[in-house]
């Protein structure tokens, strides 16, 4: 039973145009969502996160969108850089002391 | 500040023996978590330890257990090893102060083979 589903296994995008990676839940109570990079033979770093208050942050060239009606928020990288290239994992908790819930990772190709 | 390290980085074991893998984290973290990555499964979390208590608990059997020591390393033992088992081991830390609603810091993980 996932609880924080990433349909898409892989995407591949041109260097400078945007990249959208989306993220599904299902358990209404989740109220905080972060999203992670991962590369190879490194641990995941923290790239950006959204309260459920909000349904929209942005730092530089991120932006992260809750659409909590739906049950879903994307990142938005633009523009994407060959640099972007990793695993991108959309996670989410219920409550300040609950567990982190991580989807299964979205790798994102950017082609110079 | 050092980063959060895992030990070892690799290991190989076969099926029915048991492993200990350690995780120090960044000093002045009080939160150690676990985390198993499969391909195509994601993270999955196995425990969360804070002040030497196990505060959160995933969904995998009891062969899956750890301990977090007073200066917050944390350990984490697999017993009756299964091919199953094979998975990169991610430990992560925080600070703590507000819970769940801090940045976790990765380790680089601890990659297991079981032949």
């Known amino acids: 039973d996932q609880q924080v589903k990433q349909n898409s296994p892989s995407l591949s995008v041109q260097e400078g145009r945007i990249s959208i990676l989306n993220c599904d839940y299902t358990?209404?109570?989740?109220?905080?969502f972060l999203w992670y990079k991962k590369y190879p033979a490194e641990g995941p770093t923290f790239l950006i996160s959204i309260s459920s208050i909000k349904d929209k942050n942005e730092d530089g060239r991120f932006t992260v969108f809750l659409n909590k009606s739906a049950k879903h928020l994307s990142l938005h990288i633009v523009p994407s850089q060959p640099g972007d290239s990793a695993v991108y994992f959309c996670a989410a908790a219920k409550t300040s002391y609950d567990k982190v819930i991580f989807g299964p990772g979205t790798s994102l190709s950017v082609i110079p | 500040k050092a980063g959060v390290t895992q030990t070892p980085r690799y290991l190989i074991k076969t099926r029915g023996q048991q492993v200990t893998l350690s995780c120090s984290p960044i000093s002045g973290h009080r939160s150690v978590s676990w985390y198993q990555q499969t391909p195509g499964q994601g993270l999955q979390f196995l425990f969360e330890y804070f002040s030497e208590t196990q505060r959160n608990k995933g969904n995998f059997p009891g062969r899956f257990s750890g301990r977090q020591f007073s200066n917050s390393r944390s350990e984490m033992n697999v017993s009756t090893l299964e091919l199953g088992d094979s998975a990169l081991y991610l430990c992560?830390?925080?600070?703590?102060?507000?819970?769940?609603?801090?940045?976790?810091?990765f380790g680089p993980g601890t990659r297991l083979l079981v032949l």
């Open positions: 992560a830390s925080s600070l703590s102060l507000q819970g769940g609603r801090e940045t976790q810091y």
């Open positions: 358990n209404s109570m989740f109220d905080y």
